[in-house]
């Protein structure tokens, strides 16, 4: 089965896990920097697949080695803008989060396709593609936006690229479509 890491498992990131794992198109890593977090995630869903005759397996981490071989990286990490936060600050935060999660991630899965979600949403997706940018050919595909399914096969799983998306439902459906 593929494998997909999540980085962020707030309301998005667990929203996706649940969706994948339920769906069973892959096998999830649910990434935190809040510990023991994901870890309970996790395993709640795990726990649930045999109730609902699904084999997915899910794993709460804090660990960006557990990430290792993915096939998809999503990223939903980031904070919300509290009082008396600009949106400067909010895009500050976040692109040192988000930045961060990009290289880590990428370190272990250096094939992978990359999901951004966090906001705000054009900017960190382009920080993503510079972030995960390889040397040529492959960087002629660094930034994807929806494409319509047939295109999806000259899309190769080997060229990392940082996808747009707009919710947990929209990336669920995607993946089906590549992996079935
Ligand atoms: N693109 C879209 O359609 C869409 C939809 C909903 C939310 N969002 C955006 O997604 C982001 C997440 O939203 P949410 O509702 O899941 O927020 P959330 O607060 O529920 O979850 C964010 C998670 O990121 C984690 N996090 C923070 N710093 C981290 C780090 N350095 N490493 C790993 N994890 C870290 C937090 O601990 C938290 O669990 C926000 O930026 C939000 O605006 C985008």
Redesign the pocket.
């Given at each position: 089965m593929k494998k997909i890491s999540i980085?962020?498992?707030?309301?998005?990131?667990?929203?996706a896990a649940h969706w994948l794992a339920e769906r069973e198109l892959a096998n999830v890593v649910l990434?935190?920097?809040?510990e023991g977090?994901p870890q309970g995630k996790g395993l709640d869903l795990l726990e649930a697949m045999p109730i609902i005759g699904r084999d997915a397996k899910v794993v709460g981490t804090n660990d960006y080695a557990d990430t290792k071989d993915s096939d998809i990286v999503i990223i939903?990490?980031?904070?919300?803008r509290k009082p008396g936060m600009s949106r400067d600050d909010l895009l500050k935060t976040?692109a040192?989060?988000v930045g961060?999660?990009a290289t880590e991630t990428l370190k272990y899965s250096p094939n992978a396709i990359f999901i951004?979600?966090?906001?705000p949403?054009d900017t960190?997706a382009y920080l993503v593609m510079k972030k995960t940018a390889c040397p040529a050919p492959a960087s002629s595909v660094r930034l994807g936006f929806w494409t319509p399914p047939v295109c999806a096969p000259s899309w190769q799983w080997n060229q990392a690229s940082a996808w747009?998306?707009?919710?947990a439902t929209f990336w669920a459906d995607t993946a089906t479509r590549w992996f079935r």
């Open positions: 980085v962020g498992a707030g309301n998005t990131g667990a929203t990434l935190d920097v809040v977090m939903t990490a980031g904070i919300a976040n040192e989060i961060k999660a951004v979600l966090t906001n949403l960190m747009k998306m707009s919710n």
